[in-house]
């Protein structure tokens, strides 16, 4: 009897697009568009579905702030879900939501708090920003009130933000990256897209490629 086993949508999209990423040095963008858009025009690469770029602004994920800036103000050691607001090429204000795992964790902390392998230059007075996609299998971690480190409720994992997201327990293999932030005005504005490769990505080198390509495209 054949056995089914359904699997996440998710992991099996990104399945497919490493798949695609992997077929060669000299796959690209382009290449790996077309390649997208031929099994499902939804995941051709645009703005919404854009990498977090520099200069984008942070907005609020959840639904009750849906798409408002973050002010500094608001952030504390719980992180808020925050999602990167660029510009299309006309200069409409875009959401990147279209990609599930640009969900970003933004926390503030007592600057003497942050420790290696944090980059302190990419964070601004205790500010710190890191993907919220969990490395193992692409959950969204969550922070506990009350406890400043983040649990992932798949399979347990735990991250310390004050210690650049490093790993503390559970499966996750790597850290959740830090992408580089500032407070400009009363706003929050990425001064980096993730600074080591997100969920999904097989290297760094893999990821520089793909982010590379996509500013090269959006511009
Ligand atoms: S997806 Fe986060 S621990 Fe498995």
């Avoid at 009350?146 to 399979?155: E, F, K, L």
Wanted: some cysteine; glycine content about 10%; charged content about 20%.
């Amino acid at each position: 009897m054949t056995r089914y086993k359904k699997q996440d949508p998710e992991i099996t999209r990104r399945k497919f697009i490493n798949v695609a990423m992997g077929t060669g040095a000299g796959v690209g963008v382009l290449s790996l568009v077309s390649a997208l858009g031929s099994a499902k025009p939804a995941f051709r690469l645009t703005a919404e579905k854009a990498p977090p770029l520099e200069g984008d602004v942070l907005v609020h994920a959840d639904a009750s702030k849906y798409g408002q800036p973050i002010k500094p103000s608001e952030l504390s050691d719980i992180a808020i879900v925050a999602y990167p607001m660029g510009k299309t090429k006309d200069g409409t204000p875009v959401i990147r939501a279209g990609e599930p795992n640009n969900q970003i964790g933004v926390y503030k902390f007592d600057p003497a708090q942050l420790k290696a392998p944090t980059k302190i230059e990419d964070t601004d007075n205790g500010i710190v920003a890191y993907s919220n996609t969990c490395t193992h299998a692409g959950c969204f971690p969550k922070s506990v009130q009350g406890s400043a480190i983040v649990n992932c409720p798949c399979h347990s994992g735990q991250y310390e933000p004050k210690e650049g997201c490093r790993v503390l327990g559970g499966p996750p293999p790597k850290p959740m990256p830090q992408l580089g932030v500032k407070v400009q005005g009363d706003q929050l504005v990425l001064t980096s897209s993730f600074l080591t490769s997100p969920y999904g990505y097989k290297s760094d080198e893999e990821w520089e490629a793909y982010l590379k390509q996509a500013e090269e495209l959006l511009a």
